[in-house]
């Protein structure tokens, strides 16, 4: 009885790679979040995707950051030419519908430190 | 503007007390407010909601109050255990699951 799952759980990268970030939603859960929390911070808001659909991308940096949904495997959040100020926690969330409340189910997050 | 602002970075009980952890928050057209556990390495974890209609609910050991003329919502911890050391979000829910959170409250139980 999984949860969310994200992999990998640390991530290591050099100022310009390319990082991506994997999650796999509770099963059954059509509806994907990702967060990001700078270090003792709260969490913002990225990015919210159905399968084959992002919903709304108000949070995500207009440049070298995309995700994707897709109908088959997980979703993937991807940090293209990752800068130092990129290093985070990024937890992705699942929900099995469009939440009438507040209960999403995050995962254990995905650290990538930026060098 | 979007804001979820908490009142006090830190908090330290003891155990067995009572535990009450404040938020302030700035939007009124929010459907719903969460609040949200995270341990130390670990992502967030549902405690309880409580609907924009509502100005109290209770859980197992837990009750939520909304006051929405001062736009200040609560968080009470009955009994405080070790257990509980964390760091405490509040969030507010707007429609499609959108979560804005605050800073974050860390409880600290003393035994």
């Known amino acids: 009885n999984a949860g969310v799952m994200q992999n990998p759980r640390h991530l290591v990268r050099r100022r310009g790679q390319e990082a991506r970030l994997r999650c796999s939603p509770v099963?059954?859960?059509?509806?994907v979040y990702w967060y990001r929390q700078l270090p003792e911070e709260g969490l913002k808001f990225m990015v919210y995707l159905q399968k084959e659909n992002i919903i709304d991308e108000s949070g995500m940096p207009k440049e070298r950051f995309s995700a994707e949904f897709p109908k088959e495997g997980p979703s993937i959040l991807r940090i293209q030419q990752v800068v130092r100020g990129d290093s985070a926690a990024y937890f992705c969330a699942s929900s099995p519908a469009a939440p009438a409340t507040g209960e999403l189910f995050f995962g254990e997050g995905s650290r990538l430190t930026v060098l | 503007g979007e804001s979820v602002g908490l009142h006090l970075p830190t908090l330290s009980v003891q155990e067995g007390d009572n535990s009450i952890i404040n938020c302030a928050y700035s939007?009124?057209?929010?459907?719903?407010f969460i609040w949200y556990k995270q341990e130390s390495g670990k992502g967030p974890q549902f405690i309880i909601d409580?609907?924009?209609?509502?100005d109290k609910r209770q859980g197992q050991r837990v009750t939520v109050l909304l006051n929405k003329t001062v736009k200040h919502l609560s968080l009470q911890i009955a009994a405080t255990q070790p257990g509980d050391s964390a760091v405490y979000f509040c969030a507010e829910g707007l429609q499609g699951g959108k979560l804005i959170f605050g800073q974050g409250t860390e409880l600290s139980v003393k035994p």
């Open positions: 099963k059954g859960h059509s509806h």
């Open positions: 409580i609907r924009s209609n509502m």
């Open positions: 939007n009124s057209a929010s459907d719903y």
